[in-house]
């Protein structure tokens, strides 16, 4: 357990967790492939002598340069992994003394916690994406929510808010969530048990980063103010609109369900509710557009990390493993999800 934790914290901090970067697709997701240490082959000095019978001894993570007549690295075959071959361990039953599972919960909101200083280009794209459509959306704040309450509400959408509304509650999550599990267990479903279990980690987590970044920007609702850039800060009354937890729970619990039955019709059912929700607290006067447009991205987030690292998954790996190939000899980091 204390090795997974290392590979999962050196992957949270590499800001890989979510799930994209560099890789090869593999059944579920993808074969990431890092070179952590080691001398590559272009620094390697090839001899023109002939290569001798045995390789000297190897010792570390990055070997020395070949003397003359030494044995040369591009001339042993690559190691056996990579999509045909990975290292792979069993998946385990879903229950909730699962040590990993529960190491997952401070990992996990760790992983959240550096995301968005992550240096991987994929995902500081995405960072920024989010970043800048928060920021473009605060200017049209106003302007929609009076749109939506002068024009556009009225007992349709009020409808639509008191159905889809209860997906995002905490109370109703959790409860939900748990009763998935223990009906899971009943009927013997797996992946209802997985998605009890799944669901409630991104459910709490969810509520520890949005109650954290209530609290540090202090943003007025809608209904208490008409400054979109009233930002308090910490310590500002009812200063809780920034970002929607409603909005948070409902995209993490629809990414879990996503994540876990890979099922088109049942993933377009979760995020159609998720994307419901969202709208209906701007319908209830209860958010901002950017709030809930932030949160939608960090459940997301929070719903990926959570899936992409549950030990219930038999393809989910984190290892080191020695390199010695035509691209250099050393150690990389593998990851599959």
Known sequence: MIGRAIGVALTG??????GTGPGQAGPRGYDVDIFLAGTPRTHLERSAEPVQAAPPP????????????????EDVPAPA???????????????VYNPDYLLNYPLNLLRIAVRPFSLDPDQALANGLVALGTLALIFADRPVRDFVQQSLRGGFTDFLSDVASP??????????????????????????KEVGLLGVQAVAISQLAVGGLKSATGRLRPNATDNVDDFGGPGTRDGNSF?????????????????????????????????????????DNKHWLSDVFFASALGYAVGRIVVVTSPFRADTLVAVVPAIGEDGAGARLLMRF
């Open 243 to 283: 970002p929607s937890g409603h909005a948070t729970n409902a995209f993490a619990i629809a990414t879990i369900i996503d994540g876990v039955y890979d099922d088109w019709r049942l993933s377009s059912i979760a995020y159609g509710f998720a994307g419901l929700t969202a709208f209906a607290r701007v319908n």
């Open 167 to 192: 997906m995002g509650d905490n109370k109703v999550g959790f409860g939900g969530l748990f009763g998935a599990y223990l009906a899971g267990e009943v009927a013997s479903d797996r992946r209802l």
């Open 13 to 18: 901090l590499a800001g890989l967790a979510i």
């Open 58 to 73: 190897v010792s570390g993570a990055a070997h020395a340069r070949p003397e003359s007549g030494a044995h040369r690295p």
């Open 81 to 95: 992994y990579g999509v045909a071959n990975p290292p792979q361990r069993p998946a385990t039953e879903p229950v």
